[in-house]
Structure formats: C-alpha cells, structure tokens
C-alpha cells in the first residue's frame, strides 16, 4: 500500500485504489490512484503533487475525503483529480499518449489552478509505487530541465522550478518545502542516498487559469482556455 509524507498526524489510510492509463496502439501503461499519484510502467517511482495556498502547504494523499474528488474526464483514459482550495479547486489530470520516435511514449500528467487566486505546485519524485516502498538512490537534475531517476530521464519539467528540494528521505523533503526552506533553482542538482530514500519537489508559481504539465518526453506551460 502507498505511504505518504504527512504534514499533520492522522490515522492511517485505507490502501488505495489504482486506475491503469494507456493508449490502444502502445503497451506501455501507466497507474494513477484517487489522490493523483502516477507511476509509470510497472516499476517505476511514484509521481505525486502538493499544493500551496496563502493557508500553506497541502498534500492532496492527506487531505480529508470531502475535499479530494476524482473522475473519468468525459469518458475518455484521462484521469481527473480535484482539490478544494480557497474559492476554487486544484486539478490534476493524468494520461498517456503516444510519442513519436524521439521521445517515446509518455505519461502526461497536468495541473491546473481552477480557482481567481494564483497557487503553488510542486511535482514530487517519490521513492514510492503501486506495489509500495522502492529504492530511490539518486535523483539529478539536468541543465536542459530532465530529471534523471537512477542515471535514466525520468521527468521532463516544463520549465525552469521556482524552488528545488532535493532530500534523503521523504519527511525531510516535506518540511524544507513546507517551512519555505526549497532553495533557489540554481542550488541543488542532484541527492543521493545510500538507503534508497531519495526524494525531489519542484515548485512551480501558477496564476489564476493557467496549468502547467510534465512528462518524461515534453512539456508545456500555457493559459487555459476561457
């Protein structure tokens, strides 16, 4: 079952529920559970996402059930998550499609900010899957905006982070971001930890409407429509 970094004590959740992406012309999939976190193949590290608000730092995996909503969007293999923020919501969706012979195929995960007040994400590489703990013992970050996992591109961020945490072990992590302690993009470049517990949030401003999207292959950054 998933564990998570917590920012407040709270008894322990139920083991969640994994909703499996893909496309019909590609094997490669990808598994999303009800509070937005996405492993891609079946190996592969957790990619989770904390939200900022001006009442501080929320991890959607903690948030009470009230709060957290998830569907099919449209029917179609896109998975939508929404949080409540003030006056709005948080919205995550994750997908896979199909790249070309460059890139590959990717998992594509978006947030928007569906609420009149800008927000802050993070994008948080997790040594965590669908089957539970996994060893994560080196986590970089490249000039051309690749997070490598392992020495392997792993993550294409769209653009450069307005913050950086990059810890051994997931509690540290979550208090350097959530004590505003993620540093200049500049600083860190990597972290390795011999036990397996590396971890990396990197934070991105979002402004009212706008969403932002990452990708092992391509990203973008653009207005929603209106």
């Known amino acids: ?34 509070r937005g976190l996405v492993v891609a193949g079946e190996d592969g590290f957790g990619l989770d996402w904390w939200v900022r608000t001006d009442k501080g730092w929320r991890v959607p995996a903690d948030a009470p059930g009230s709060q957290v909503a998830q569907r099919l969007l449209e029917g179609a293999p896109v998975v939508e998550t929404t949080l409540r ?10 997908y896979c499609a199909v790249g070309d012979a460059h ?10 900010n569906r609420s009149p007040v800008p927000i802050a994400i993070a994008f948080v590489v997790r040594p ?10 080196d986590i970089d970050l490249a000039e051309d905006l690749t997070v490598t996992v392992e020495g392997r591109a792993a993550l294409r961020l769209p653009r ?3 913050a950086i945490a990059m810890t051994a072990g997931e ?20 972290v ?6 590396a971890t990396a949030a990197f934070v991105f401003a979002l402004p009212h409407t706008a969403w932002v999207a990452s990708t092992p292959a391509s990203s973008t950054t ?5």
């Open 103 to 112: 890139t590959g195929d990717a998992a594509i995960v978006e947030i928007e």
């Open 128 to 137: 965590s899957n669908h089957r539970g703990a996994v060893a994560l013992h």
């Open 192 to 197: 390795h930890d011999e036990h397996g517990g």
């Open 222 to 226: 653009r207005r929603a429509p209106t």
């Open 1 to 34: 079952p998933r564990t998570s970094p917590r920012m407040s004590e709270r008894s322990e959740p139920a083991a969640p529920r994994w909703t499996r992406l893909g496309t019909v012309s590609s094997p490669r999939t990808a598994v999303v559970d009800e």
């Open 85 to 94: 923020v003030p006056r709005g919501h948080a919205v995550h969706r994750a």
């Open 171 to 190: 509690e540290v992590c979550v208090e350097q971001v959530q004590h505003d302690r993620a540093t200049d993009r500049t600083v860190p470049r990597g």
């Open 160 to 162: 450069p982070a307005n």
